[in-house]
């Protein structure tokens, strides 16, 4: 097995066990506050919830700060053209425009 295999297989492996335990962690968490919650005397229901958005507010909250620092991780982009060096860009406008226009005329239609 060459080394390119080899990391191959590491960078899959990570792929899979990331978001695994991630779901775990965040199962554990949920689970611990609607504990404490059902201790503390509320439903449920109540509960369930509580946990659920616990857990929900830490995921927004380690998506929050990834999203941020890919903003500032992640270089520009080269100002230029816009154009690619290897050849023209194969272009989709002559499709988008009568799709565009069908739906307008569909959306005024409608009362």
Request: aromatic share 4%; net charge positive; proline share 9%.
């Amino acid at each position: 097995m060459g080394p390119g295999r080899l990391v191959g297989a590491v960078v899959d492996a990570a792929l899979e066990a990331g978001p695994a335990v991630a779901l775990a962690v965040l199962t554990t968490l949920a689970a611990a506050r609607a504990t404490d919650l059902i201790h503390a005397g509320g439903t449920t229901a109540s509960a369930l919830s509580g946990g659920y958005a616990a857990a929900f507010s830490l995921a927004a909250a380690v998506f929050a700060v990834a999203a941020m620092g890919t903003l500032v991780l992640l270089p520009a982009r080269p100002r230029g053209d816009g154009r690619c060096r290897t050849g023209p860009r194969p272009s989709v406008a002559p499709t988008i425009p009568p799709l565009f226009h069908a739906v307008r005329h569909l959306s005024r239609s409608i009362p």
